[in-house]
């Protein structure tokens, strides 16, 4: 959608994912396993 509107995006920083908080402790370029509570929230919408 950037690159449509001939802009660039050279960085992105996410924070939240639907409704769960990325945990501050996760590095740049790392992941996490969701666990049940987490992949409910996700499900539900």
């Given at each position: 959608?950037?690159?449509?509107?001939g802009n660039r995006?050279?960085?992105?920083?996410?924070?939240?994912?639907?409704?769960?908080?990325?945990?501050?402790?996760?590095a740049p370029g790392?992941?996490?396993?969701?666990?049940?509570?987490?992949?409910?929230s996700l499900r539900?919408?």
């Amino acid at each position: 959608m950037i690159a449509a509107m001939g802009n660039r995006c050279e960085a992105l920083h996410r924070e939240r994912v639907g409704g769960l908080a990325l945990p501050e402790a996760l590095a740049p370029g790392a992941w996490k396993w969701l666990d049940e509570n987490e992949l409910g929230s996700l499900r539900k919408g």
